[in-house]
């Protein structure tokens, strides 16, 4: 399966649908309208988790218009995890351009970037509390890049808060390791991450048709993200963008699958595994 | 004569002062419906959808001069004001705007600068009373045909600024806060 592709058709079709509905915006459309923040389409209302959440912190209050618009999306991240991340965000396909321009390369993941991850998500939603705004909201870049187009094209003119924020961010996107503000720092990738469940659709490894040693661990040096997927930990940050599953040389080792048999330890209660397959 | 050109040159530090009141605060009103200021910064996503839905472009997003609100939804009736067609209520998704009724609308209140605005002047003008979409009851005239705004029931649209001949505009909405 051609995984890769079809991401990049998903990546590049969401970004033309929110530079092109501004355009409809003019017309007078506003049945399919929002951002990635909150979308709109007919009579469902779609808000980002984290934005919501933010929300409700600083208000301190759960209101149900909120409260249902979020129900959707946090569905879809219990059930296919954090496909939003490399299916649908643009700043995420922004990233991996860089990626490749600026030829980053894949590192070991770091033992402090699920800490960081939490702090940082915990910092944000904490000082969201303390000013009263959901500041959580404010830096998410997938909002940012969504509202430029609406801006430049409704407005007439992009603001000098959007540029301004999208600066920041593209400076920390180069000068900080790679992909670190999408792995750790994005409140609304951390926030979808956290919600993996024990049978949310992940990546699974099957050892004995695993060949690394023939053309190295191809897996782990083209996943963007730089997880290793044959290693793979629970809240590790792995989005199901399936590039390591096209790319396997070794046939059907790593899949597509809801939920993982973790390898269980030795237990002398249980038969010896033997005769596998 | 003599009196008006006082009035004029008393209207040099007025236009300063109100120039320079409105580089730092500019007058950016919140949308229709919107909750108390605070809570409002606290509700608010800055998901645009509000910005988007308005048929007159009023809605624009704010810049730093908001502080940490950068991004929010802001209204400068001087650029165009409020047409009161009361959709962006109805598509706020978290609740900083609520659905109201025309009337409850309480964007800020209209101020007369009655140095500079014409009736008070002595010029036949009734602008912003015709612009007033309450008119009669937030803008009416009183004996003297000048322009008398009644806080109650002006919700702070805006209408009336862009229509004032007076350069600067002799009304300007106050934001409540």
């Given at each position: 399966m051609k995984w890769g592709r079809l991401r990049r058709c998903s990546q590049v079709g969401f970004l033309l649908l929110f530079v092109g509905l501004p355009f409809t915006y003019l017309k007078g459309q506003i049945t399919v309208m929002g951002t990635l923040a909150s979308l709109q389409i007919g009579p469902i209302s779609l808000v980002d988790p984290v934005s919501g959440l933010a929300t409700m912190i600083a208000a301190q209050e759960v209101g149900w218009t909120l409260f249902s618009g979020m129900i959707l999306p946090v569905l879809l991240a219990l059930v296919l995890g954090p496909v939003f991340c490399s299916w649908v965000c643009p700043w995420g396909l922004l990233s991996e351009l860089l990626d490749k321009l600026l030829r980053r390369k894949v590192g070991r993941i770091p033992s402090w970037l699920g800490p960081l991850r939490w702090s940082f998500l915990g910092g944000v939603l904490l000082l969201g509390l303390a000013t009263g705004m959901p500041l959580a909201a404010t830096i998410s870049a997938p909002r940012l890049l969504t509202v430029l187009p609406m801006e430049i094209i409704f407005l007439g003119g992009a603001t000098a808060g959007t540029i301004g924020l999208l600066g920041a961010l593209l400076v920390l996107e180069v000068v900080l390791p790679r992909r670190l503000w999408c792995r750790a720092l994005c409140p609304v990738g951390s926030t979808l991450v956290l919600l993996r469940l024990r049978k949310t659709l992940t990546i699974a490894w099957s050892e004995?048709?695993?060949?690394?040693?023939?053309?190295?661990?191809?897996?782990?040096?083209?996943?963007?993200?730089?997880?290793?997927?044959?290693?793979?930990?629970?809240?590790?940050?792995?989005?199901?963008?399936?590039?390591?599953?096209?790319?396997?040389?070794?046939?059907?080792?790593?899949?597509?699958?809801?939920?993982?048999?973790?390898?269980?330890?030795?237990?002398?209660?249980?038969?010896?595994?033997?005769?596998?397959? | 004569m003599m009196a008006m050109m006082m009035a004029?040159?008393?209207?040099?530090?007025?236009?300063?002062?109100?120039?320079?009141?409105?580089?730092?605060?500019?007058?950016?009103?919140?949308?229709?419906?919107?909750?108390?200021?605070?809570?409002?910064?606290?509700?608010?996503?800055?998901?645009?959808?509000?910005?988007?839905?308005?048929?007159?472009?009023?809605?624009?997003?704010?810049?730093?001069?908001?502080?940490?609100?950068v991004g929010t939804p802001v209204i400068h009736p001087r650029e165009i004001p409020c047409y009161l067609c009361m959709i962006c209520p109805d598509v706020c998704p978290t609740g900083a705007l609520e659905p109201v009724s025309k009337e409850d609308i309480d964007m800020g209140e209209a101020v007369l600068d009655t140095e500079t605005c014409y009736a008070f002047l002595g010029i036949l003008c009734?602008?912003?009373?015709?612009?007033?979409?309450?008119?009669?009851?937030?803008?009416?005239?009183?004996?003297?045909?000048?322009?008398?705004?009644?806080?109650?029931?002006?919700?702070?649209?805006?209408?009336?600024?862009?229509?004032?001949?007076?350069?600067?505009?002799?009304?300007?909405?106050?934001r409540k806060t």
């Open positions: 004995p048709t695993c060949r690394p040693a023939l053309q190295g661990a191809v897996c782990f040096v083209e996943c963007p993200w730089n997880i290793d997927p044959r290693h793979m930990k629970h809240l590790d940050g792995c989005t199901n963008c399936g590039t390591c599953v096209e790319g396997c040389p070794s046939g059907p080792s790593l899949d597509y699958s809801f939920g993982r048999t973790e390898p269980e330890p030795p237990s002398g209660l249980k038969l010896p595994v033997i005769m596998r397959n | 004029r040159r008393d209207s040099v530090v007025n236009r300063t002062r109100r120039n320079l009141w409105s580089r730092f605060f500019p007058e950016g009103l919140r949308p229709p419906g919107a909750r108390p200021e605070n809570e409002f910064l606290a509700l608010c996503i800055k998901c645009g959808r509000c910005t988007a839905s308005c048929p007159y472009q009023s809605i624009r997003q704010s810049g730093w001069e908001a502080g940490l609100g009734r602008a912003c009373v015709d612009a007033c979409p309450f008119q009669g009851t937030a803008i009416r005239q009183n004996l003297a045909l000048e322009p008398i705004v009644d806080p109650e029931f002006c919700v702070g649209c805006g209408l009336c600024v862009p229509v004032c001949p007076a350069e600067p505009e002799a009304i300007r909405v106050i």
